[in-house]
């Protein structure tokens, strides 16, 4: 069943085409008027709407342009006299679905909505169809790399428990947040994120929880907070360390009871909301010097992910290199795929993936060579592992060694990697033997 708004100011039509549409089986809301229609279509769950073009004071191309401002991909028809059928037209190019002329039939107004709801219906499915294609994508990594993340991750979406994602910046905590919405029985739900660390305490507040019209400067009509709109669903705090302390015991509320207030509002409001946080933080070390409440921590940390950083599982390196060429077509040298692999990754997979585009793009061939990228690749290689029992002064030329051939053997460059001289580094060799 469909819910439809139907705005007209004259009450003859306006209940004729209410009546109609609620016989074929939607829900149907009336109003005489743009303004209290706008108001119900800020709520939300509003499936098409209908509008006369003449009204007073809010005509229907203004009701127009704030209905897809508010939920742009709601389909609008506009319905209109003769004499107006060039505006109507002017307001199809500002994105109404179609427009119907007076007099017309119900059932040609109802087959113009059976064509327009199917149009929406495709609209979401192609939405839904791009997504689990990018899901799949992620899943050819995701299977054979960081499985026992994936597999822990499984586990987690068995239950409706919080969720603490930690690890450094680029490790892959959202993409880790949204396979678990994904393998949860939440997954038809929406999931939604807020960047906790994007945004000024009275905003992030309002984000939340929504506010009400007239709530503070600027709030001119009412709006939904993402635990309203995640209703059933999954909402991801990213980076949840950035909170501002009063807002951190807002949050525990609703944690521990599933209720909050919007801004302006004395309204208790509950939701089904699976809460998943991520943070680049120490949040022990951070609850110590008083910057995060000890009881969100433990309310947070109820389910805790640790995302390793590369650096830690470099046996992933090729897979997901690979996973990065797929869509360019192209191939990385033995030489080049050994120096991303001798490389420690301070980015993390986000930078990977941008040394593995750019190579992509800007490589002249067919396959990537490892002296292209070697100059993105700044810092020291990884140092050699077993140094017990050997001499320093082996262990000194292993690591320039191995800074010489991840550079190339430009020296200039694996001197100031290397912290020292070119001179320094030209005795050095010279005493070694080494050309």
């Given at each position: 069943?469909?819910?439809i708004?139907?705005?007209?100011?004259?009450?003859?039509?306006?209940?004729?085409?209410?009546?109609?549409?609620?016989?074929?089986?939607?829900?149907?809301?009336?109003?005489?008027?743009?303004?209290?229609?706008?108001?119900?279509?800020?709520?939300?769950?509003?499936?098409?709407?209908?509008?006369?073009?003449?009204?007073?004071?809010?005509?229907?191309?203004?009701?127009?342009?704030?209905?897809?401002?508010?939920?742009?991909?709601v389909?609008?028809?506009?319905?209109?006299?003769?004499?107006?059928?060039e505006?109507?037209?002017?307001a199809?190019?500002?994105?109404?679905?179609?427009?119907?002329?007076?007099?017309?039939?119900?059932?040609?107004?109802?087959?113009?909505?059976?064509?327009?709801?199917?149009?929406r219906?495709?609209?979401?499915?192609?939405?839904?169809l791009?997504?689990?294609?990018?899901?799949?994508?992620?899943?050819?990594?995701?299977?054979?790399?960081?499985?026992d993340?994936?597999?822990?991750?499984?586990r987690?979406?068995?239950?409706?428990?919080?969720v603490?994602i930690s690890?450094?910046?680029?490790?892959?905590?959202?993409?880790?947040?949204?396979?678990l919405?994904?393998?949860?029985?939440?997954?038809?739900?929406?999931?939604?994120?807020?960047?906790?660390?994007?945004?000024s305490?009275?905003?992030?507040?309002?984000?939340?929880f929504?506010?009400?019209?007239?709530?503070?400067?600027?709030?001119?009509?009412?709006?939904?907070?993402?635990f309203?709109?995640a209703?059933?669903?999954?909402?991801?705090?990213?980076?949840?360390?950035?909170?501002?302390?009063?807002?951190?015991?807002?949050?525990?509320?609703?944690?521990?009871?599933r209720?909050?207030?919007?801004?302006?509002?004395?309204?208790?409001?509950?939701?089904?909301?699976?809460?998943?946080?991520?943070?680049?933080?120490?949040?022990?070390?951070?609850?110590?010097?008083?910057r995060?409440?000890?009881?969100?921590?433990?309310?947070?940390?109820?389910?805790?992910?640790?995302?390793?950083?590369?650096?830690e599982?470099?046996?992933?390196?090729?897979?997901?290199?690979?996973?990065?060429l797929?869509?360019?077509?192209?191939?990385?040298?033995?030489?080049?795929?050994n120096?991303?692999?001798?490389?420690?990754?301070?980015?993390?997979?986000?930078?990977?993936?941008?040394?593995i585009?750019?190579?992509?793009?800007?490589?002249?061939?067919?396959e990537?060579?490892?002296?292209?990228?070697?100059?993105?690749?700044?810092?020291?290689?990884?140092a050699?592992?077993a140094?017990?029992?050997?001499?320093?002064?082996?262990?000194?030329?292993?690591v320039?060694?191995?800074?010489?051939?991840?550079?190339?053997?430009?020296?200039?460059?694996?001197?100031?990697?290397?912290?020292?001289?070119?001179?320094?580094?030209?005795?050095?060799?010279?005493?070694?033997?080494?050309?």
């Amino acid at each position: 069943m469909s819910r439809i708004l139907v705005l007209d100011d004259e009450a003859i039509l306006r209940d004729a085409i209410a009546e109609a549409l609620r016989r074929a089986g939607h829900a149907v809301d009336a109003f005489d008027s743009g303004r209290p229609a706008l108001d119900a279509f800020a709520q939300g769950g509003v499936d098409l709407v209908i509008s006369d073009f003449r009204m007073p004071g809010m005509d229907g191309v203004s009701v127009l342009e704030e209905a897809k401002r508010l939920a742009p991909d709601v389909p609008f028809i506009i319905v209109t006299a003769h004499g107006t059928v060039e505006t109507a037209v002017g307001a199809m190019k500002k994105g109404a679905y179609d427009f119907i002329i007076k007099p017309f039939k119900l059932e040609e107004l109802e087959a113009l909505v059976t064509r327009a709801l199917e149009h929406r219906s495709l609209t979401v499915e192609n939405e839904v169809l791009r997504a689990r294609v990018s899901e799949s994508e992620t899943d050819s990594v995701w299977s054979a790399a960081t499985r026992d993340v994936y597999q822990l991750l499984e586990r987690a979406a068995q239950s409706d428990a919080t969720v603490l994602i930690s690890g450094e910046s680029g490790t892959g905590k959202e993409v880790a947040a949204r396979t678990l919405h994904r393998l949860s029985k939440r997954r038809a739900a929406p999931f939604l994120c807020v960047n906790c660390a994007a945004l000024s305490a009275g905003l992030l507040e309002s984000e939340l929880f929504g506010h009400e019209k007239g709530a503070f400067t600027g709030a001119d009509r009412l709006r939904k907070g993402r635990f309203e709109l995640a209703d059933g669903g999954t909402l991801l705090l990213d980076e949840v360390s950035e909170i501002d302390p009063g807002l951190q015991a807002k949050l525990l509320r609703v944690l521990q009871e599933r209720a909050f207030e919007r801004v302006g509002s004395s309204q208790t409001r509950r939701a089904d909301v699976r809460v998943v946080a991520t943070t680049n933080r120490d949040l022990p070390t951070e609850v110590e010097k008083g910057r995060f409440r000890q009881d969100l921590y433990y309310r947070l940390n109820v389910l805790p992910v640790r995302m390793k950083p590369l650096r830690e599982r470099r046996d992933e390196i090729p897979l997901l290199a690979e996973h990065f060429l797929k869509k360019h077509r192209k191939a990385l040298s033995r030489g080049a795929m050994n120096r991303l692999c001798g490389y420690d990754w301070p980015g993390n997979v986000r930078e990977l993936g941008n040394v593995i585009e750019r190579a992509a793009v800007l490589s002249p061939g067919d396959e990537i060579s490892g002296e292209m990228i070697a100059p993105w690749l700044e810092g020291p290689a990884r140092a050699p592992e077993a140094t017990v029992g050997v001499a320093l002064e082996d262990v000194e030329r292993r690591v320039i060694e191995e800074n010489l051939k991840a550079n190339g053997g430009n020296r200039e460059k694996t001197a100031r990697v290397l912290g020292i001289t070119s001179r320094t580094l030209r005795d050095k060799l010279k005493r070694w033997g080494v050309a």
